[in-house]
């Protein structure tokens, strides 16, 4: 019998004089973790004061506590008693750690995600550089336009008490920037009520996808690719099917024969410039891919992330603009132009579809930054977006001209380099003789961060490349960060000429 117990003990009170809260806490545990069983007799007050030693008083107070939280239950003329309703050991202790009771399936660990983990260590240390994926330089930015603007777009919230119904106003202001925007810039026939506004292409991508896949659904991508796409992709339980690369881009001649082998549902695609390689797929390529689509019923996302900025003739316009296709979503962000740290992309589609992204959106995202929303719309109607992509399109060509140079000095025919289009990174394969893998963990000990290129596999397999963003650098960074480069290129041993290859001029 539990009368029969040494209460002290039992309630894990200590020699002092016990409180009323004391013996209410002391009550919670022991029920909590099953040492007092739902329907246990407990003692009555007088006896329970003898136990313990404490006043009588204490111990009505203590019981009548417990009984108002439900931990006890208390029987006319039988008594009181712990609660029938509680199950034993299952109720959490008030203030006390609990290990959460699902048990959720670990994350993948995405490599891709190691480079960026390894430049936040660096930026303590002084001198350390990172060739990035392609990021502006966040130097280059208007600041005093953005402060401007950005208390303009404050000061209008609060005046006109629009702010307090959220970013619906915002939103709607940014989505007809936008559609203005991508009509006359990208020949995309839309209107604000086919944009739908998120917080980064990964969140696009997450939205998009969760609507669109379903368990076993086949995705095709890229051979080589975005990471977080896949992760994505995946954890929706999605089937990935890679397609091959050349040096126009995405194989679009194996598309028929995947079709055929499998019911695809969605293919991936970064055909502007492509990711991570950064060539441009010509036109002949995007009309027979617009066309499988259709035959084969399966719909095309497109992520144009870099659409800004391109250095030779007039960018493509996106797969998107094709008047007859029906199959397009179209992904694109203002953070490539105004810095990671304001957080908007969008995503282009039929209506419909925008309507069932907005519906996801509402139950995951919730409401946008409305002063940003307002601020980037005016950035856009007042023409200052413009502006200022005209004014850093000429420095990051110069810089990238600048990169071109340093590789052809340091490495000669050791690399060849894809005679990208645009973008703000290039693609450099390197001779057999060079490790890239070997010279990525070099270039670390020398505070240089850059990504191995089978970072940008699906699966994980070797490509002896890297991918150097030079945009974030400037002139005297890059040339520092090329002579890191070739320097942890030497550590590995003198490598051999690269066969049939050689630097190709952009």
Not at 111 to 122: L, T
Request: hydrophobic letters at 40%; aromatic letters at 6%; charged letters at 20%.
């Amino acid at each position: 019998m539990v009368q029969l117990r040494k209460w002290q003990p039992l309630l894990k009170l200590d020699g002092a004089q016990a409180s009323y809260r004391q013996i209410v806490e002391g009550l919670v545990a022991a029920i909590s973790e099953g040492r007092l069983r739902p329907g246990t007799p407990l003692p009555g007050t007088r006896e329970m004061a003898q136990l313990l030693n404490v006043n009588r008083k204490t111990v009505i107070l203590a019981y009548e506590e417990a009984e108002t939280k439900g931990w006890l239950q208390s029987v006319q003329r039988r008594g009181t008693f712990v609660s029938q309703q509680l199950a034993p050991g299952t109720a959490a202790v008030p203030g006390a750690v609990r290990p959460f009771a699902l048990a959720l399936p670990e994350e993948p660990a995405v490599a891709y995600f190691k480079a960026n983990e390894q430049a936040v260590a660096q930026q303590g240390r002084p001198g350390a550089l990172f060739f990035d994926n392609g990021a502006c330089d966040h130097r280059l930015l208007p600041q005093a336009v953005l402060h401007r603007y950005y208390r303009n777009a404050l000061r209008s919230s609060f005046t006109s008490n629009s702010v307090r119904h959220g970013s619906e106003c915002s939103s709607r202001n940014l989505r007809s920037a936008l559609a203005d925007m991508l009509r006359h810039n990208r020949s995309l026939n839309v209107g604000a009520e086919h944009i739908c506004l998120t917080q980064g292409v990964q969140m696009s991508l997450s939205l998009v996808a969760s609507v669109l896949l379903k368990q076993g659904d086949v995705v095709l991508v890229e051979h080589l690719s975005y990471p977080p796409a896949w992760e994505i992709f995946r954890q929706l339980g999605a089937h990935l099917v890679t397609v091959e690369l050349d040096h126009e881009g995405c194989r679009v001649d194996q598309l028929e024969a995947l079709c055929r082998q499998h019911k695809v549902r969605m293919m991936y695609i970064t055909p502007h410039h492509q990711f991570p390689t950064t060539v441009s797929l010509p036109a002949g390529r995007r009309q027979q891919l617009l066309e499988l689509a259709r035959q084969h019923a399966f719909c095309v996302v497109e992520e144009d992330y870099d659409y800004e900025y391109h250095f030779a003739g007039r960018p493509y316009l996106p797969l998107a603009s094709d008047r007859q296709q029906r199959h397009v979503i179209y992904i694109g962000s203002l953070s490539k132009p105004l810095g990671s740290t304001f957080r908007c992309s969008y995503i282009v589609a039929p209506v419909e579809v925008t309507t069932a992204l907005e519906r996801r959106a509402m139950l995951t995202l919730g409401q946008g930054d409305a002063v940003m929303q307002q601020m980037l719309a005016d950035l856009i109607n007042d023409g200052e977006l413009k502006k200022h992509l005209r004014r850093v399109n000429r420095e990051y060509r110069r810089r990238r001209e600048t990169l071109l140079g340093c590789l052809r000095d340091a490495f000669g025919e050791q690399i060849s380099v894809q005679a990208s289009e645009g973008g703000l990174a290039l693609w450099v394969r390197f001779a057999d003789g060079i490790n890239v893998d070997q010279l990525v963990d070099n270039a670390l000990e020398l505070d240089l961060v850059v990504r191995s290129g089978r970072q940008f596999s699906p699966f994980g397999h070797a490509e002896n490349a890297l991918r150097l963003g030079f945009a974030s650098l400037d002139a005297d960074e890059i040339r520092q960060a090329t002579q890191r480069l070739a320097d942890a290129a030497k550590a590995i041993g003198k490598a051999r000429p690269c066969i049939a290859t050689g630097l190709r001029s952009v």
